[in-house]
């Protein structure tokens, strides 16, 4: 019996991608083109942020702005802008450039039919910023097997109904765990890990360190490393860092660097 291409899509392999406010606007033909091209083979979800734009908007409206632990101290005012940003300017603005190259995208953020619900992580330090306690992952499921790539702006509610702005690294990890995704990708503005121009195929968290060490790792790839060690864990063994300025996928094969944790190797 011959499987429906809904149920063949059901079959595939899940991947997230992580793309970065760095590269929403720089995103090359190529990278959509080879994204086609992955989703004939994975079922994939995107989860994007926005944090250069916000921090500009904050600026020109004068509202204080403030980093704690890697996250963005979120008052009522910046969550505001954070929604405006990443709801009204980013997402729509990914999920047509990606309707424009033939792909089905809709957007979506974590408000949508309460597709992310969050706690707060420390409101008296923080404010209004939670970390995800629960995906329903059964809408992206159904919007995978129809054809359709979800678009994720990293917004949530929690369970009282409050609305609170999550980092989106950690964001796409726990989506990527609730979906069992075998893959996460965080799109950047290199191809991967560089050591003298050539592009390093895997690494574990020890290398990691000792590429920072050396000063191999500098700049502002430390923090895409930092944020890519920072989610791998029993359920979710691989992260990779792959370029957004070129193709990411060839002849099946996903073009990056591999990070894994010491002694550990995941399916390739």
């Given at each position: ?21 760095s ?51 979120t008052?009522?005012?910046v ?16 999920t ?15 408000y ?59 964001a ?9 995704a ?6 950047t ?29 500098n ?15 029993p ?14 996928f060839?002849?099946g ?16």
């Amino acid at each position: 019996m011959t499987m429906s291409k809904s149920m063949q899509a059901t079959e595939r392999d899940k991947l997230v991608l992580k793309l970065g406010g760095s590269i929403l606007y720089s995103l090359s033909s190529a990278f959509f083109e080879s994204l086609i091209e992955m989703m004939k083979e994975y079922n994939v979800v995107i989860v994007h942020g926005g944090g250069p734009e916000i921090t500009d908007m904050l600026k020109k409206l004068n509202i204080e702005t403030t980093f704690i632990n890697g996250h963005r101290k979120t008052t009522e005012s910046v969550l505001e802008v954070a929604e405006m940003i990443l709801k009204g300017k980013v997402n729509s603005y990914l999920t047509n450039r990606l309707n424009d190259h033939g792909v089905k995208a809709v957007g979506l953020c974590g408000y949508d039919a309460g597709l992310l619900k969050a706690v707060l992580i420390d409101e008296e330090s923080l404010g209004l910023v939670g970390e995800i306690e629960e995906v329903q992952s059964g809408l992206l499921t159904d919007m995978i097997s129809g054809g359709h790539l979800p678009v994720i702006a990293p917004l949530a509610l929690t369970k009282k109904g409050t609305k609170v702005n999550v980092n989106a690294d950690l964001a796409a990890a726990s989506i990527a765990k609730a979906l069992g995704a075998g893959k996460l990708l965080y799109v950047t503005d290199v191809p991967g890990i560089l050591d003298e121009g050539e592009l390093l195929p895997e690494a574990t968290t020890d290398e990691i360190n000792q590429l920072i060490d050396s000063g191999v790792i500098n700049g502002g790839m430390i923090p895409k490393v930092q944020s890519a060690v920072s989610v791998l864990s029993p359920g979710m063994k691989e992260v990779m860092i792959v370029g957004g300025q070129q193709s990411i996928f060839q002849s099946g094969t996903i073009i990056g660097t591999k990070i894994t944790e010491k002694g550990v190797v995941a399916a390739s």
